[in-house]
């Protein structure tokens, strides 16, 4: 079946570090992609997204591009800060109205 | 404009009690999805319901669950009988019947969820 698969964390990085998440994704056909993050004792709020191939989303510094050839959609920043700290989920749905399916999570720590 | 909104934002429960967990959606917003989020875990879909019809429940466990989204009213996410494995934070997402084609995935927005606690 369709699923997600993202690195494991949790991911430590000083501040204005680089960061990359990894995410890949299997599905049977075209899946639109997410990436959403949840701040500690909250809801997820959705960060970026890509309908197509090729696509890039891109959010508060944060970018991941739709790659069909490697079903990839990583998620990058250049700097991160200390309020960036939180879990973020990939993600993929296959149709308009549908279920959307998660990665594990990956939390993300930034030591000021 | 106000987002999802879900209540009780925390529901603790003896085993063998009844939990209600409601949902109202985003103003203008017809579909509604729960998901459980267990601990340490990823959301995993329960089910999708549109007003007054449940589309998809194929994440739902078969016994002790149940969904609804009245004509009128929040959506509400029942659990009978608790057990401590239904221990988990519930989360609704809503989003509107779309408008940019059908192979698009319509943003669906999240609530704050509702954190269960059974004893």
């Known amino acids: 079946g369709d699923s997600v698969t993202q690195m494991e964390g949790p991911v430590t990085l000083s501040e204005e570090a680089f960061l990359t998440i990894n995410c890949t994704y299997t599905?049977?056909?075209?899946?639109?992609l997410f990436w959403y993050v949840q701040y500690p004792g909250e809801g997820l709020q959705l960060l970026l997204k890509?309908?197509?191939?090729?696509d890039k989303g891109s959010n508060k510094g944060f970018e991941a591009t739709y790659r069909k050839e490697t079903t990839s959609f990583h998620l990058e920043k250049g700097s991160v800060q200390v309020s960036d700290s939180a879990v973020y989920f990939c993600?993929?749905?296959?149709?308009?109205?549908?279920?959307?399916?998660f990665g594990k999570g990956t939390r993300l720590h930034i030591l000021p | 404009n106000a987002g999802v909104m879900q209540n009780p934002r925390h529901l603790v429960r003896r085993r063998g009690q009844e939990a209600r967990l409601r949902c109202s959606p985003m103003?203008?917003?017809?579909?509604v999805y729960w998901y459980r989020q267990l601990p340490e875990e990823g959301l995993k879909f329960m089910v999708y319901?549109?007003?007054?019809?449940?589309?998809?429940e194929s994440g739902m466990p078969k016994e002790r669950f149940s969904a609804e989204f009245p004509k009128e009213g929040p959506s509400i996410l029942r659990i009978q009988q608790v057990v401590r494995g239904d221990s988990a934070a519930y989360f609704c997402?809503?989003?509107?019947?779309?408008?940019?084609?059908?192979?698009?995935?319509?943003?669906?927005?999240f609530g704050p969820g509702t954190r269960l606690l059974v004893l």
């Open positions: 599905a049977t056909g075209y899946p639109s």
């Open positions: 103003k203008g917003h017809s579909h």
């Open positions: 319901l549109q007003k007054e019809n449940i589309i998809d």
């Open positions: 997402a809503s989003s509107s019947p779309g408008t940019s084609g059908f192979l698009y995935q319509e943003t669906q927005y």
């Open positions: 890509a309908t197509k191939a090729d």
């Open positions: 993600a993929l749905a296959m149709n308009r109205d549908d279920k959307i399916i």
